[in-house]
């Protein structure tokens, strides 16, 4: 979380130079990151606090270049936050639909299939979400991972479903002796 928080403010830094002039919002927002990047364990309610202020700062300026980072932002933190995180599948699918020329676009694409992957165990909507990922964008740089992910989730299914077939044969054996 911590890495994702530096990240997100070396490209708030980078971007920065691109804006003629600061809105209020945004150096609310520096300042709340700047607590979150300092706090080794996540703060809840300012990381509720910080993601509700980057969709406030969206809703007020959505053709700000700043926006999609803020959304995908938004949903990084989300998705580190149990109650949050199917809205973090929201904010990443936000990016895509309404940024789609972003370079963010892509990655909040894989990101869908990562919350479903790493989050809730649903190999069905990761492996969903990494082929439409790899549909839409099969030479992004993260596009070897979708495969990889899409591979090991449907042998991971292959094996449980075997395990299933196993028990129910070792249940119906035991049962009728």
């Not at 300012?46 to 959505?62: G, H, M, Q, R």
């Not at 495969?147 to 299914?157: F, I, M, T, Y």
């Amino acid at each position: 979380m911590k890495i994702i928080l530096q990240l997100s403010l070396v490209l708030s830094l980078l971007t920065a130079g691109c804006q003629p002039k600061k809105d209020p919002l945004q150096k609310e927002i520096q300042t709340m990151e700047s607590q979150l990047q300092d706090d080794v364990s996540i703060d809840t309610a300012l990381a509720k606090k910080v993601t509700k202020a980057y969709l406030k700062f969206v809703k007020a300026n959505p053709t700000d270049t700043m926006a999609p980072v803020y959304l995908s932002r938004s949903a990084d933190i989300m998705k580190e936050i149990p109650e949050l995180r199917l809205k973090s599948v929201n904010i990443y699918n936000r990016v895509f639909v309404e940024y789609p020329e972003h370079n963010l676009a892509a990655r909040s694409i894989f990101m869908v299939g990562f919350v479903f992957d790493e989050k809730y165990d649903d190999s069905k909507r990761a492996i969903k979400a990494y082929n439409f990922f790899l549909e839409k964008f099969p030479n992004h740089k993260l596009a070897q991972q979708a495969r990889d992910l899409v591979a090991l989730r449907e042998s991971d299914k292959d094996i449980l479903d075997k395990i299933k077939v196993w028990k129910f044969k070792a249940d119906n054996t035991t049962t009728k002796k």
